[in-house]
């Protein structure tokens, strides 16, 4: 989904715009759950994370959101740190950095999606949701965490004549 207001660009994880937005995010969610210690496994890092975007607004320059993609496996990839600053929540950026996120992912020969969610993100399961994911059993480090919702969404069907 190409938005008319965003310039979607695929930058480092070190980007320092980047480690701003999510230290921003990691700020909110500490806030939502209580604690700064929230995160189920180890944090991303520039070694798990092959796509990272942020999202700009063309006008301003100004970043609006980011997200990135975490290899799970050869055909699996998981979302992570999506994030949209607060005041351009509802204006379609997050979707824009999903469908971004999806289309990356696709170009990486990923077959499947997954993301996690929070008890306490209930804006968060709502847009993996409207977004086509659909629930599935914790997976990886969220297994047996009762606060987590995880989805996944097929982006690729693998045939016989697609598996390598």
């Not at 599935?136 to 009762?146: L, S």
């Amino acid at each position: 989904m190409q938005h008319p207001r965003l310039t979607i660009k695929e930058m480092p994880w070190s980007n320092p715009v980047g480690a701003d937005l999510r230290a921003a995010q990691q700020r909110e969610l500490s806030s939502r759950f209580g604690t700064a210690d929230h995160e189920a496994g180890p944090p991303p890092s520039a070694e798990d994370m092959p796509v990272f975007l942020i999202a700009y607004e063309k006008s301003s320059g100004q970043p609006l959101g980011c997200g990135g993609l975490r290899r799970l496996d050869e055909s699996t990839a998981e979302i992570k740190r999506v994030y949209v600053v607060p005041y351009a929540r509802g204006s379609g950026v997050s979707a824009a950095i999903l469908a971004a996120l999806e289309a990356k992912a696709l170009a990486s020969g990923y077959a499947e999606i997954r993301a996690e969610a929070g008890s306490v993100q209930s804006d968060g399961m709502r847009f993996y949701e409207r977004g086509g994911y659909l629930p599935i059993p914790n997976f990886g480090p969220y297994e047996g965490v009762a606060d987590s919702h995880c989805y996944a969404k097929t982006i690729a069907v693998r045939t016989a004549a697609t598996v390598p």
